[in-house]
């Protein structure tokens, strides 16, 4: 198919597409949004509909589907994509007579872009200042295309605002206990400390200290292991190894693009 002249939401060369293009770096955004949905002080919104307590790695598989609709859309696909998810929201809000705050708005972008540089740092390399700038770029298009206000206008901006949602929103609460025994028992306990050691490498120090983790992670020596595995093409051994079978081949797929 001959895509001369189409116009994409993101640039067909952009780090962003990169970085969303692999199933590993997937899987680390996914693991520190987990975390971070968990200890979000608006979680309460995500058990309104009974659908995060019911299948939470279903719900969050399809926050990441999203986002990769939109990363690799066409313009206006893209948009399309953006505007039925301020649909969905909108649903939801009218169900419960009220409005989701704003910043609950911001603070999942902000998960996004953060996992996103911190699981491609971890598995990858570093991201210079400009790729950075690139993947707020992105979601900053996004939070403007929802009618978000009070966004942070640069990558260096958002740093501060990121802290200053960090410190603001999250709290320890009994959604966040339910939540993550809903982890454990859609992931086993095999693969639920797993995600928590990962969760130990990626969530910011902020996130770390409210979450039921461990305070030393034994798998920073494997990720070294995992990267060299990669080279020598075992790494898909290693990732059947740890994915939950239900979602192994929505896992697969996202190595395709």
């Known amino acids: 198919m001959d895509n001369t002249g189409m116009k994409y939401f993101v640039a067909e060369g952009s780090i962003v597409r990169e970085i969303w293009s692999k199933a590993d770096n997937i899987l680390f955004i996914f693991a520190g949004s987990a975390a971070e949905f968990a200890l979000n002080k608006a979680v309460d919104w995500l058990y309104f509909t009974g659908r995060l307590p019911a299948d939470p790695l279903g719900r969050l598989f399809s926050t990441v589907a999203y986002g990769r609709m939109i990363i690799f859309s066409e313009y206006d696909g893209a948009l399309a994509a953006i505007d039925k998810i301020n649909a969905i929201h909108h649903g939801v809000e009218q169900a419960r007579g009220a409005p989701i705050p704003d910043w609950a708005y911001r603070d999942v ?126 790494h898909g051994l290693l990732k059947e190894a740890i994915l939950p079978p239900a979602y192994k081949s929505q896992i697969r797929e996202m190595d395709v693009w």
């Open 109 to 234: 972008l902000f998960m996004l872009i953060d996992y996103s540089v911190r699981s491609f740092e971890l598995l990858e390399r570093p991201l210079s200042d400009e790729e950075k700038e690139e993947v707020f770029e992105v979601f900053y298009r996004m939070g403007l295309r929802m009618g978000l206000k009070d966004m942070p206008y640069n990558y260096q901006h958002w740093l501060t605002v990121r802290t200053e949602h960090l410190e603001a929103d999250l709290i320890k609460c009994d959604f966040t206990t339910d939540l993550f025994k809903q982890y454990k028992k859609h992931l086993g306990p095999a693969r639920y400390q797993l995600l928590k050691q990962v969760q130990l490498l990626i969530v910011p120090d902020e996130a770390k200290r409210l979450l039921p983790i461990y305070s030393i992670s034994y798998l920073r020596p494997v990720i070294g292991f995992y990267k060299l595995s990669r080279l020598v093409g075992l």
